[in-house]
Structures are given as structure tokens and as C-alpha cells.
């Protein structure tokens, strides 16, 4: 979650001229389910109900990875911040993936 709350927050600091909300609200939307995913697959009765929502976590995952190498190309993201989101959306697909 607190992933979710960290590229959340960079949203609101997207340095963009033009209101692109919907790409915006996307991100955020996108971001927000993997821990979503999560919690609906701890919730189930089976461990095989139960890894099938960590392959959709894993996969919700790409989405905001994807939206945030737009903002980069647009220039939209600083360099830093888009290096720390990558470095740790590895990190959660490694504990996805385990």
C-alpha cells in the first residue's frame, strides 16, 4: 500500500502544463488495485483462488509501470522519481512472483 500511496502522491506532482486527468486518474486507479487484488485474494477460501489474485496483482502491477514510462517520455516525471518507482515495482514483482 504504501507504494500505491508514493506514485498516488508523484501524481499530484506530475509537472504537466495541460490537465491530462484521465491518464492521471488511470495511473492512480491502476495502482491502486494490485494491493486491491491482494487483499481480494487473501480474503478467498483456496490457496489456488488465492494465487490467481497475486497473477492479477502481478499483472495490475504493468499498468501504472507503463502510464509512468509515458510521463517520463513526456517529461512529466523527474528522472529520480521515475528510477525509485521502477526500482521498487521490481521489488514488488520479485514478492508477487515468491
Known sequence: ???ADDVIEQS???ETNIN???MIKQF???VTSIPMNFADGKGRDSRKEYFHFLHIARGSLYEPLTLRAIFHMRQWIKPGRFLELEQRSTEIAK???G
Open 1 to 3: 500500500m504504501a507504494f
Open 12 to 14: 499530484e506532482d506530475l
Open 20 to 22: 491530462y486527468y484521465r
Open 95 to 97: 514478492m508477487l512472483n
Open 28 to 30: 492512480e486507479a491502476a
